[in-house]
């Protein structure tokens, strides 16, 4: 059962624009993770965030969570053709569970 | 990748032949995960590993099993494929339990079942 909705499905933008990301969720959790997976490869981890942080940054990366609202964004600035990739959150809720990921928003940055 | 690697990378095989999939780590970590990629599904989980011979199953278990006889390996097996198990597969690790921590994936295994 999906956990994590992201939103858009697809999204195609011009290199240097910055490309924000979605994800809904609807129980309460411990923290929320973002991954990328380039086209044919496995995810990579990208930031976490627990549910008692608001923001945090990573290189061009920036991730706000609303635990109020179940919702994060996935902010990418400045974006450049190598981020062309699909972008997965997944929630944690603790030591009861594993990790429940969405279906991805699929980035296209046009050089 | 962190140290995972998976064989075979590619499999095409028959319905109701047996196929085993390795996952194989070197990071000394606890937790191991196979999860299932189809398209318009994301990524389910079909079963995990907590320890050595310690095991149980994800979203999605049904025809497949797994085994684990050391730290390092994580096989799944699919006693007898059928068609709606092609897919890609892939492992995962993670140094504490899957609710709290980072995962690691390794490259994935495409298996067409015909």
């Known amino acids: 059962s999906q956990q994590g909705e992201e939103d858009p499905q697809a999204l195609s933008i011009q290199e240097g624009e910055n490309a924000t990301m979605n994800c809904s969720y609807k129980?309460?959790?411990?923290?929320l993770q973002w991954y990328r997976q380039n086209s044919g490869r496995g995810l990579v981890h990208l930031i976490l965030?627990?549910?008692?942080?608001r923001e945090k940054h990573s290189g061009r990366l920036r991730v706000t969570l609303d635990t109020s609202k179940k919702s994060s964004s996935l902010l990418i600035t400045a974006s450049r053709a190598a981020d062309t990739a699909s972008y997965f959150c997944?929630?944690?809720?603790?030591?009861?569970?594993?990790?429940?990921f969405g279906k991805g928003t699929k980035l296209s940055v046009k050089p | 990748d962190a140290g995972i690697t998976q064989s075979p990378r590619h499999k095409v095989t028959e319905t109701g032949t047996p196929v085993t999939l390795r996952c194989h780590q070197t990071?000394?970590?606890?937790?191991m995960y196979w999860y299932r990629q189809d398209p318009g599904h994301g990524l389910r989980l079909i079963h995990y590993?907590?320890?050595?011979?310690?095991?149980d199953k994800g979203e999605v278990s049904d025809g497949y099993s797994v085994s684990r006889s050391k730290t390092e390996d994580f096989l799944l097996t699919l006693e007898s494929a059928t068609s709606s198990q092609t897919s890609v597969y892939f492992c995962?690790?993670?140094?504490?339990?899957?609710?709290?921590?980072?995962?690691?994936f390794g490259p994935g295994t495409r298996l067409t079942v015909l």
């Open positions: 995962a690790i993670s140094p504490g339990t899957g609710g709290l921590d980072e995962q690691f």
């Open positions: 129980t309460s959790i411990n923290n």
């Open positions: 965030i627990r549910s008692n942080e």
């Open positions: 997944a929630t944690g809720r603790g030591s009861q569970g594993n990790l429940i």
């Open positions: 990071e000394n970590h606890r937790y």
């Open positions: 590993s907590y320890g050595v011979k310690d095991t």
